[in-house]
């Protein structure tokens, strides 16, 4: 049996994929992943493996020790593994690359990551509402959103978060860390994706676009947000009244409804606010300055939402349909009560304002 590990052939082939061996035994050992038969099981917990080896490797999660060291750095590792990926690190080898692209990774795990990127697989779905993932880690992370579980807690205040990454995010905060500088002017940013999005002020380019209205959109996250409003999926629910909304961040705005909670607080007067923006717009009385400026005809605006409605009287752009009268308005406000509960909004909003126009042959009602 040893003596065949030295042979330079591989006669031994897989029938499901391409992968050959030098002995009976690999074959049998690789054919288990392709089975879902998991005979192996953890002493310790409900963990079941298709080999032992892959019980061996689990069981150091369940012990301290950490054997594996890094001669370069120290690091150390519960399994061989992690070490070897480690290493990669140090020697600046990336030895996995992919077919599609020229992008390259330390270990094949994320490859298989990447992959999917071109595949469009998303194999991780959440068990209580239709999200799907690309990656068994976001699984979690969004099943967190349904259990109401925050894992990750601010030292500085009471802020609790759903993952880690968030966390770093947040204490940015605390510590007024703008780490992204845009190249071309003196901006910084505490969020990559808000630098990519600012830079294309500069560029003028948008490299996403939705495959539904052609529209498009800075990033990937803001075109996933974005193709929410074709499905109209809202995985995001409150645990309290049971609203649903098709974004994190709209939900922990919500949830302030219920808590009362105003976090922000005007440094001039003893105001407090449950939005930041409102806070921004209120410190203008004190101030006297409008941060944002048209391109177009130089109008001076206080804050973001009311630069974008501005921008509509030059574009035309009139994105509230009533879908009784056909009527097309630049803002929610010019809909009438008639047509609210058939509105069709065809872009980002959360908020729908009464208004007084009369829809077609509608004859005020005489008591």
């Given at each position: 049996m040893h003596i065949q590990t030295h042979r330079k052939d591989r006669p031994y082939q897989c029938d499901v994929c391409v992968s050959t061996?030098?002995?009976?035994?690999?074959?049998?050992?690789?054919?288990?992943?392709?089975?879902?038969?998991?005979?192996?099981?953890?002493?310790?917990?409900?963990?079941?493996?298709?080999?032992?080896?892959?019980?061996t490797s689990h069981m150091h999660r369940h012990s301290d020790e950490r054997p594996y060291k890094c001669e370069v750095c120290g690091a150390t590792f519960k399994i061989l593994q992690r070490l070897m990926d480690h290493m990669l690190i140090h020697t600046g080898e990336r030895p996995y690359k992919c077919k599609v692209c020229p992008w390259a990774f330390r270990s094949m795990s994320n490859l298989n990551k990447h992959t999917r990127i071109h595949t469009g697989e998303r194999p991780y779905g959440c068990t209580v509402c239709p999200a799907r993932f690309k990656i068994n880690a976001h699984l979690k992370s969004h099943l967190r959103i349904h259990t109401g579980e925050k894992p990750y807690t601010c030292h500085l205040c009471e802020y609790r978060s759903v993952?880690?990454?968030?966390?770093?995010?947040?204490?940015?905060?605390?510590?007024?860390?703008?780490?992204?500088?845009?190249?071309?002017?003196?901006?910084?940013?505490?969020?990559?994706?808000?630098?990519?999005?600012?830079?294309?002020?500069?560029?003028?380019?948008?490299?996403?676009?939705?495959?539904v209205c052609k529209l498009r959109i800075a990033s990937v996250s803001?075109?996933?947000?974005?193709?929410?409003?074709?499905?109209?999926?809202?995985?995001?629910?409150?645990?309290?009244?049971?609203?649903?909304?098709?974004?994190?961040?709209?939900?922990?705005?919500?949830?302030?409804?219920?808590?009362?909670?105003?976090?922000?607080?005007?440094d001039t007067c003893a105001a407090t606010f449950a939005r930041k923006h409102l806070l921004l717009s209120h410190e203008q009385v004190h101030t006297g300055k409008r941060r944002y400026q048209c391109d177009v005809c130089k109008l001076r605006i206080a804050s973001v939402s009311d630069l974008h409605k501005h921008m509509r009287t030059h574009t035309g752009e009139k994105p509230y349909r009533c879908d009784v009268c056909k009527k097309s308005q630049p803002g929610p406000s010019t809909v009438g009560p008639l047509c609210q509960s058939s509105l069709t909004v065809s872009s980002h909003t959360t908020r729908l304002d009464d208004h007084t126009t009369n829809s077609p042959k509608r004859r005020p009602t005489v008591t």
């Amino acid at each position: 049996m040893h003596i065949q590990t030295h042979r330079k052939d591989r006669p031994y082939q897989c029938d499901v994929c391409v992968s050959t061996f030098k002995t009976v035994l690999g074959l049998k050992n690789h054919a288990r992943k392709h089975s879902d038969k998991r005979p192996h099981k953890c002493d310790v917990c409900a963990a079941t493996f298709k080999t032992r080896q892959g019980v061996t490797s689990h069981m150091h999660r369940h012990s301290d020790e950490r054997p594996y060291k890094c001669e370069v750095c120290g690091a150390t590792f519960k399994i061989l593994q992690r070490l070897m990926d480690h290493m990669l690190i140090h020697t600046g080898e990336r030895p996995y690359k992919c077919k599609v692209c020229p992008w390259a990774f330390r270990s094949m795990s994320n490859l298989n990551k990447h992959t999917r990127i071109h595949t469009g697989e998303r194999p991780y779905g959440c068990t209580v509402c239709p999200a799907r993932f690309k990656i068994n880690a976001h699984l979690k992370s969004h099943l967190r959103i349904h259990t109401g579980e925050k894992p990750y807690t601010c030292h500085l205040c009471e802020y609790r978060s759903v993952t880690r990454s968030d966390l770093k995010k947040h204490l940015m905060v605390h510590t007024g860390e703008k780490p992204f500088a845009c190249d071309t002017c003196a901006a910084t940013f505490a969020r990559k994706h808000l630098l990519l999005s600012h830079e294309q002020v500069h560029t003028g380019k948008r490299r996403h676009q939705c495959d539904v209205c052609k529209l498009r959109i800075a990033s990937v996250s803001d075109l996933h947000k974005h193709m929410r409003t074709h499905t109209g999926e809202k995985p995001y629910r409150c645990d309290v009244c049971k609203k649903s909304f098709s974004q994190a961040p709209r939900l922990s705005k919500h949830l302030m409804v219920h808590t009362g909670e105003k976090p922000f607080a005007c440094d001039t007067c003893a105001a407090t606010f449950a939005r930041k923006h409102l806070l921004l717009s209120h410190e203008q009385v004190h101030t006297g300055k409008r941060r944002y400026q048209c391109d177009v005809c130089k109008l001076r605006i206080a804050s973001v939402s009311d630069l974008h409605k501005h921008m509509r009287t030059h574009t035309g752009e009139k994105p509230y349909r009533c879908d009784v009268c056909k009527k097309s308005q630049p803002g929610p406000s010019t809909v009438g009560p008639l047509c609210q509960s058939s509105l069709t909004v065809s872009s980002h909003t959360t908020r729908l304002d009464d208004h007084t126009t009369n829809s077609p042959k509608r004859r005020p009602t005489v008591t």
